[in-house]
């Protein structure tokens, strides 16, 4: 089985635990969850309007949506859930 979480965020979230900061990932590309490794940092350059997929290796693939007349659609920034 297999799944695809989407995840808008580029950066970890930061809380404190104590007196320290802790980076929580929220790229979902992290190879230490909870924690952030850093790896963020290859979504920084995702194009407009696509969608990126990245493989067991963090390798980034492309998504393109087209409509029925094979135009590239627009990745809308609120994906609707069903
Ligand atoms: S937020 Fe995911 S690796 Fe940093």
């Given at each position: 089985m297999a799944r695809i979480v989407r995840h808008d965020k580029n950066r970890p979230y930061v809380i404190e635990v104590g007196d320290q900061k802790v980076a929580i990932c929220?790229?979902?590309?992290?190879?230490?969850k909870p924690y952030c490794?850093?790896?963020?940092?290859?979504?920084?350059?995702?194009?407009?309007?696509t969608l990126s997929a990245y493989d067991e290796q963090n390798i980034r693939r492309l998504v393109r949506l087209v409509d029925e007349n094979g135009a590239l659609v627009d990745i809308p920034s609120s994906y609707p859930l069903e």
């Open positions: 929220a790229c979902g590309l992290s190879k230490k490794d850093g790896t963020h940092r290859i979504t920084w350059d995702e194009p407009e309007g």
